[in-house]
């Protein structure tokens, strides 16, 4: 890891460098994770994902009261089959329901066990997407903004492994989320719930 930082940061270095060494170098910055919690498709991104969890969620519980019930009918045919009143021909075909029925109740336990597996994994699978999605558009945007300002390099001050100083004036962040956030169809200043969606702060 230690050396993966020194890398990137020798890479930048290197092309401010290159850059200036042939022109006058504008160099600015933007605080990726600042861009991604602040655009208004994280946030819908966010609600989709909770809904989605919001289903899973039911389906596991209807899973687990279906084995709720398995377990109750269990009990019932354990005490039958040790009914002293019953005769042992009946009491063999209870043990077998019995038997049959904690068979099942195995395959429910494994069955639930592997669906909240798959849930997980396909939630976490869905926000890995999004998120890619999400911040290939802001590189898209913060790329724009940075030809249309004349800037030649633009640095992420969210990854402190690679900025050392930034001033204020070069930070284009309030501009590239304004133009990300423009026409916005929900309120972008609302508080985020749900799903966090995982993100890279590296450019």
């Known amino acids: 890891m230690k050396n993966l930082r020194c890398t990137l940061l020798t890479v930048v270095l290197l092309v401010a460098t290159a850059v200036s060494a042939g022109a006058q170098t504008k160099v600015a910055t933007v605080d990726m994770k600042k861009l991604f919690n602040g655009y208004y498709k994280t946030k819908l991104s966010q609600a989709s994902l909770e809904s989605r969890k919001t289903e899973l969620r039911k389906e596991i519980k209807d899973m687990a009261d279906g084995l709720d019930k398995a377990q109750a009918d269990y009990k019932s045919l354990l005490d039958q089959a040790s009914d002293p009143a019953i005769s042992a021909d009946e009491r063999d075909k209870r043990k077998q329901a019995t038997a049959d029925k904690a068979k099942e109740i195995s395959n429910s336990k494994s069955a639930i066990d592997q669906f909240q597996r798959q849930a997980e994994a396909q939630l976490a699978d869905q926000s890995q997407r999004m998120s ?27 990854s402190t492994e690679v900025v050392v100083f930034a001033g204020t004036d070069t930070d284009i962040t309030a501009s590239v989320l ?7 169809p929900i309120d972008v200043t609302a508080p985020t719930t749900g799903v966090p969606l995982n993100i890279s702060t590296n450019l």
């Open 132 to 158: 890619a999605d999400i911040v290939g558009e802001i590189q898209k945007a913060v790329a724009e903004k940075a030809r249309a300002g004349g800037c030649s390099l633009v640095m992420n001050n969210a």
């Open 178 to 184: 304004a133009q990300l956030n423009a026409g916005a």
